[in-house]
């Protein structure tokens, strides 16, 4: 599985930005895709989500981003995107795209190498 994220940047506060993850590889089903993020000296934490199921599957946001952020996928071109608007300073981090799933033996956990969003006050 690769996963190849773009779309970080500077930007100043209250602007915009979108991220996108691009997959390829995937031969299992996934259950999850999601956005997590790392700031300097703090813990990695999810951002957004897309979990898998009926009716096209849910949509979980972080507290912090609800309102703000918004996830979605294109399966067509096997990417997922994360739309940032209304940035603040403690938006910036470096963000990472996940994908989880399984197949009939093996679970899969798999992580692109991040993209660096710095947010100026």
């Known amino acids: 599985v690769h996963l190849v994220e773009s779309g970080g940047g500077l930007v100043q506060a209250g602007g915009s930005l979108r991220l996108s993850c691009a997959a390829s590889?995937?031969?299992?089903?996934?259950?999850?895709m999601g956005w997590h993020r790392q700031a300097p000296g703090k813990q990695r934490e999810l951002v957004a989500a897309i979990i898998s199921g009926g009716g096209g599957g849910s949509t979980n946001y972080a507290d912090s981003v609800k309102g703000r952020f918004t996830i979605s996928r294109d399966n067509a071109k096997n990417t997922m995107y994360l739309e940032m608007n209304s940035l603040k300073p403690e938006d910036t981090a470096v963000y990472y795209c996940?994908?989880?799933?399984?197949?009939?033996?093996?679970?899969?956990?798999?992580w692109g190498q991040g993209t660096q969003v710095t947010v100026s006050s």
């Open positions: 590889g995937i031969t299992f089903t996934i259950n999850a």
């Open positions: 996940n994908v989880r799933g399984a197949d009939a033996k093996t679970l899969f956990d798999s």
